[in-house]
């Protein structure tokens, strides 16, 4: 048994619905809760393209204004999230909480990662039974509790492919990780040759469960908590998918920590919010190098 404390967002103007979802997911992230669900309704998982389809939206922006989900195991939690999330955000937000009586979240979640292969590697949840198909790295990745970093996601997925086409002719040495998830780019880029490798996260859980994984797989990686990544020595490659306005207030300390010629990946926003991002690294001195999509979520390159 659990309960669900579906978050939808209410204003009847779209860009302020996209505004106040962003600003909720940024909030819940800064208060430690990262297993965020999107377009979890009753414990279902919906097709995000399915969400409000009679309105006559664009996929990018039903999918930025999407309603998101937390599970908990306690009510009590759960109502008291409702309450936080009522006094920080007032009527801007819609907070209901359902029971939900079968283990429906769980599998949805667990579901939603089954291995999958991409040029170069299997990408397997930790345990999994199949064998690694011939010619193929085995990466076993355990994402206990939701974290997000399996592949499941379509960022994930755009900077998984990106690693493996640029990396060798890229040839980075150092790679850090801002919001690392479960350690997922550390371990591939273990793999595909990097000597150094680094990643932030601001969430306890996930440090540990990222070195957990590194460990797993005989990668070593210098995993630490912060909110603003500092470190002594800089980065041939910086990847940060993280929501955008997050994106933001990292640019300056991102930019600090890139070495001369080095490359940002950035991901985690979608065609709207892709100006403004780029604006400001530009101001940072960045130049960008590269724009792919992937359903609707945008990957942008940049370079010193
Ligand atoms: C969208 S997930 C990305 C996970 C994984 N890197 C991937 O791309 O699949 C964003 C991660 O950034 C973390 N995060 C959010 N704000 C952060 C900050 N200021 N510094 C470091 N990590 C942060 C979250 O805890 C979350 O795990």
Known sequence: MAFELLITF????????????????????????????EGVIDGVETELTDVESDTGLTTDERLAASPVALFDESEGVSRELWRELHNEFGAEVRANIHEITDDSWQRCWRESFTEFRTGKFFIAPLGDALTTPDGLIRVEIDAAGGAFGTGQHATTRAIIEMLETKLPSWSPKSVLDVGTGTGIYLILCHHLGVSRLAGTEISEDLVELAQANCDAAGVTADIRLADTPEFTESFDLIIANILVPVLHDLMPA???????????????????????????????????????????????????
């Open 10 to 37: 209410v204003s009847p103007d779209m860009a302020d619905r996209v505004r106040s979802k962003e600003r909720v997911m940024a909030w819940l992230e800064s208060i430690g809760r990262t297993d965020i669900v």
């Open 254 to 304: 991102i930019v600090a920590l890139l070495a001369s010629g080095g490359r940002l990946i950035v991901a985690g926003f979608v065609d709207k919010e892709e100006g403004p991002l780029v604006a400001k690294a530009q101001k940072h001195g960045l130049q960008v190098e590269s724009v792919t999509s992937e359903n609707g979520w945008k990957c942008v390159v940049l370079r010193v």
